[in-house]
C-alpha cells in the first residue's frame, strides 16, 4: 500500500512549501513603530507619585486637567477623545491598553475560540487608533478629579462604577457613545485561562464611536 509514503510526502511538500507558523505575518518592529502614534495621556507618570509603580494612570494628579489637554490635542488634530475610566490595579484596563498599544505574544486569540497569528489585527487596531483617537486615562480611585471629567463630558448616566468605562468623545467635549465591553472582550475561565480582546471586534466598536463622535 502507497498511501504512507504519499502522506508522508505532502507532510514534507507542506512544511517545505508552508511560511513558518512561528513567524507572524506582521513583523513585531512594524506594529511598534505603528504603536508609536498613538497618542494617551497622561503623557508621563510622576514616579514619587504614591510607590512609584503605576504603568497608566496619574494617581496624584488632578484628573480633569489630564482630559482638558487630551481634549485640546484631539481637537487640534481632528480626532476623538477615547475617555478610559478606571485605576491602576484594574487588570481589564491595562490589558486594553496593551491591546490599543499592539501587544501580541500572550494576547495572541483570534477569537474565543481561535488562537494564531494576530498581527496582521493587532497593526490594524493600532492603526486605527492613532488615526482617529487620542486616548485619556482617568484615574477613579486615589486622584482628584474624576467626577469634574464625568460632569464636564455629560457622562453620568454612563458610568456605573465599572472598570474599564470606556466612550468617545466628540470635539465639543461631549458624550457621543459608550463601548460595549461585555462585547468586545474574551474571558476564558478554568484550563486555558485567557483574558483578551478580540481585535475585530474592537475596531467595529471603536468606528461606531468615532462615528458617534462626528466630525472634528
Known amino acids: 500500500m502507497r498511501l504512507p509514503v504519499i502522506a508522508a510526502a505532502l507532510l514534507l511538500c507542506l512544511s517545505a512549501c508552508s511560511p513558518d507558523a512561528g513567524t507572524p505575518a506582521v513583523p513585531d518592529a512594524e506594529i511598534a513603530a505603528a504603536a508609536r502614534g498613538v497618542v494617551t495621556y497622561p503623557l508621563s507618570l510622576d514616579p514619587a507619585c504614591r510607590d512609584g509603580r503605576a504603568r497608566s494612570y496619574d494617581q496624584c494628579s488632578d484628573q480633569f486637567a489630564i482630559y482638558s489637554a487630551a481634549l485640546d490635542e484631539a481637537r487640534a488634530g481632528n480626532k476623538a477623545l477615547l475617555v478610559i475610566i478606571g485605576a491602576e490595579w484594574c487588570g481589564w484596563c491595562h490589558t486594553l491598553d496593551a491591546h490599543l498599544k499592539g501587544a501580541t505574544g500572550r494576547f ?17 487596531l493600532v492603526r486605527y487608533v492613532a488615526d482617529n483617537y487620542v486616548v485619556v486615562h482617568i484615574e ?21 462604577e465599572y472598570y474599564p468605562t470606556i466612550f468617545a468623545v466628540g470635539p465639543d467635549g461631549k458624550f457621543a457613545a459608550k463601548l460595549d ?7 476564558i475561565n478554568g484550563i486555558g485561562a485567557y483574558a483578551g480582546y478580540d481585535r475585530a471586534r474592537l475596531i467595529e466598536e471603536l468606528k461606531r464611536l468615532r462615528k458617534a463622535a462626528g466630525p472634528a
Open 181 to 187: 465591553h461585555k462585547h468586545v472582550k474574551i474571558q
Open 108 to 124: 495572541n486569540h483570534v477569537t474565543a475560540k481561535k488562537r494564531g497569528d494576530v498581527s496582521a489585527g493587532a497593526l490594524a
Open 140 to 160: 477613579d480611585d486615589f486622584a482628584p478629579g474624576a467626577e469634574a471629567v464625568i460632569r464636564a463630558a455629560g457622562a453620568e448616566a454612563h458610568f456605573q
